[in-house]
């Protein structure tokens, strides 16, 4: 059956953002003939087109005025109802980001309908959409469909891949105009201090947790991070370790912190609370390094090491860079 | 002023993934031995973020908690009175079993338009059950508020709340026109725990049950009948990860044949 779909895309330093290609190309495989469309909005959206047709977009609705730069609720709301009754979408396919987090609910309700938030899985069943997310901390997933149209989902980053990029493919553009009055005023925006490579994009995240002891157990994390090399390894941390103030919030890992994916996950002196889990495991692989043999890390580790970490991770800093 | 801080009881995310174990006929997890229902984290915190603004403030400012879900929700009212709350209201119908997050919103939404005066609503970044993070949202639209979402610090003065909220790669600050609604992080900081006397006094605190007769609602429009959203399957995930224990005599010789897999799995 042929359905609609409309992506609320963003942009990142001007251009498509990676999350909005997974989310187009996911969409253009459930259209099933239907009309694939994509919301830009903020300076470069008009070039981000270009990107998203290529990613399977056949219609984008946007506007370049710099207005829609940072993120602000009304503006953007209204930017993406008025595509929404152009586009007649019968789903609707939002980031689970800092913007969908707050977009998806939103825009469900002016709709009349509902939202799937935080979907590792959005499919069609026998003609029927149906999303699959996270819940319970991680310990359980639930599966819904939807009574109303049109389904809102909001996709959790690398749930899909984008398809093969469609060179040179064109499409319609409609522009959306100027942002909307806000409810809401922006009076100022604090970077965190992060440097270097951020955990999000890092092909190798190594964290720890509360079984480090206290703040000076990240040196020996960081160094392992260091020693696998800084343009590809970051440094996470779980809840706890957060919570007791011994690594910046910035660096969170979990299902209030950051959603993790990369090649390798090296979890140090971390029980793997589901709320933790929820946050890295759709790693590639994760192995753990934990005192307790039945630490819960282990249950989602593909290799573990069962000992004190202060005598296992320089043993392992010493083999990574023996290894070279 | 008068706050509102919306409350649900959940069963207890501390509950070990061994001990969580879920009803596939039913689509519902079933309650661990042991492990008693508790206020969800966030609302704690949300709570905790109206008290410190209400105790800043020094004057008359009143806290109803509301509380939609069954009588033993009378627990998670009765801790946010004994963190400092005056008032509580549980939402509590039939009626309103089985719904998602657009009825219960619609609920609470009624209960604070009944309330009639109320500035500024506090509600966690999410339950810490089903984890979706939308009710506030909902609910701000069904009251047509403003909201500001994930909020690490909130200030409410002269009709206008100053929130700042967790980003990506920072904070970010925002003011609001009261009425409006804010969800709270756990960046926020951590909630308080009531003394004995605290708890004692709760008790004595005015706790009224509400149906959807006292609220106007049409019971056809909430729970199971109002749902949008349908649960087709609650199920836990199989891991097919068997994890393989790298042993050996020293920690140099352990360390040395993990990378050598690792290695070998070409992830190095």
């Keep these: 059956m042929a359905r609609n779909i409309l992506v609320v895309g963003e942009l990142e330093e001007g251009a498509l953002s990676s999350t909005t290609a997974e989310l187009v190309g996911q969409a253009s495989r459930l259209a099933d003939g239907g009309q694939v469309s994509v919301t830009l909005l903020g300076s470069g959206a008009g070039g981000a087109a270009s990107a998203a047709f290529e990613a399977g977009a056949d219609r984008a609705f946007t506007s370049d005025d710099g207005g829609y730069d940072d993120y602000n609720s009304d503006p953007w709301v209204g930017a993406v109802e008025n595509a929404v009754g152009q586009a007649s979408p019968d789903a609707i396919f939002v980031a689970q980001s800092v913007v969908g987090r707050d977009m998806g609910p939103r825009i469900a309700a002016r709709q009349g309908s509902a939202v799937a938030m935080d979907c590792i899985n959005v499919e069609d069943d026998g003609g029927e959409l149906k999303a699959t997310r996270p819940c319970y901390g991680g310990n359980a997933q639930a599966t819904y469909s939807f009574a109303t149209s049109p389904a809102v989902a909001t996709i959790r980053a690398k749930a899909f891949d984008p398809i093969e990029p469609r060179a040179g493919a064109s499409g319609e553009t409609v522009d959306l105009g100027a942002p909307a009055d806000s409810r809401t005023t922006i009076t100022g925006r604090e970077l965190a201090e992060s440097e270097g490579l951020q955990i999000q994009d890092a092909a190798i995240v190594v964290s720890g947790g509360r079984g480090l002891g206290g703040p000076e157990g990240f040196e020996t994390v960081e160094a392992l991070a260091e020693a696998f090399g800084t343009n590809r390894a970051a440094v996470g941390a779980s809840r706890a370790a957060c919570d007791l103030g011994w690594y910046p919030v910035s660096q969170q890992v979990g299902l209030t912190g950051k959603v993790v994916t990369p090649d390798l996950y090296v979890a140090i002196a971390i029980s793997g609370a589901s709320q933790h889990m929820a946050g890295c495991s759709g790693s590639k692989m994760i192995i753990a390094v934990n005192r307790d043999p039945d630490a819960n890390i282990f249950a989602t580790s593909k290799y573990g090491i069962v000992g004190d970490y202060k005598a296992v991770v320089p043993a392992l800093i010493e083999a990574v860079k023996a290894a070279g | ?268």
């Excluded at chain 2, 939308?134 to 069904?142: D, R, S």
């Design chain 2, 1 to 268: 002023m008068h706050f509102v801080v919306c409350a649900k009881q959940i069963p207890d995310p501390e509950t070990p993934p061994s001990a969580f174990k879920i009803d596939a006929t039913t689509n519902e997890v079933i309650p661990a031995q042991g492990f008693q229902p508790v206020l969800s984290q966030f609302d704690g915190i949300a709570a905790e973020a109206a008290l410190r603004i209400k105790e800043a403030a020094g004057d008359d400012t009143k806290i109803t908690v509301l509380s939609m879900g069954a009588e033993s929700a009378q627990a998670a009212i009765k801790q946010v009175l004994a963190m400092g709350a005056d008032e509580g209201v549980l939402l509590q119908d039939d009626a309103f079993e089985g719904g998602d997050s657009h009825t219960t919103a619609q609920v609470l939404a009624a209960a604070i338009k009944n309330l009639g005066d109320v500035d500024a609503v506090f509600c966690g970044r999410q339950a810490a059950d089903w984890d979706m993070g939308q009710v506030g949202l909902l609910l701000a639209e069904a009251l047509e508020w403003p909201v500001a979402i994930l909020a690490k610090d909130v200030q409410i003065a002269d009709g206008t709340m100053t929130t700042t909220r967790v980003l990506a790669d920072g904070f970010e600050t925002v003011t609001q026109s009261l009425p409006a609604v804010v969800t709270v992080s756990n960046e926020f900081g951590e909630p308080r725990y009531p003394k004995l006397q605290q708890i004692m006094q709760a008790a004595k605190k005015t706790v009224t049950t509400q149906t959807h007769d006292d609220l106007s609602i049409n019971p056809g429009s909430v729970g199971a009948a109002g749902a949008r959203l349908k649960l087709e399957r609650l199920f836990i995930p199989e891991s097919d990860t068997q994890v393989e224990l790298i042993e050996g005599d020293t920690p140099e010789e352990q360390a040395q044949a993990l990378v050598a897999k690792l290695q070998a799995d070409k992830v190095l």
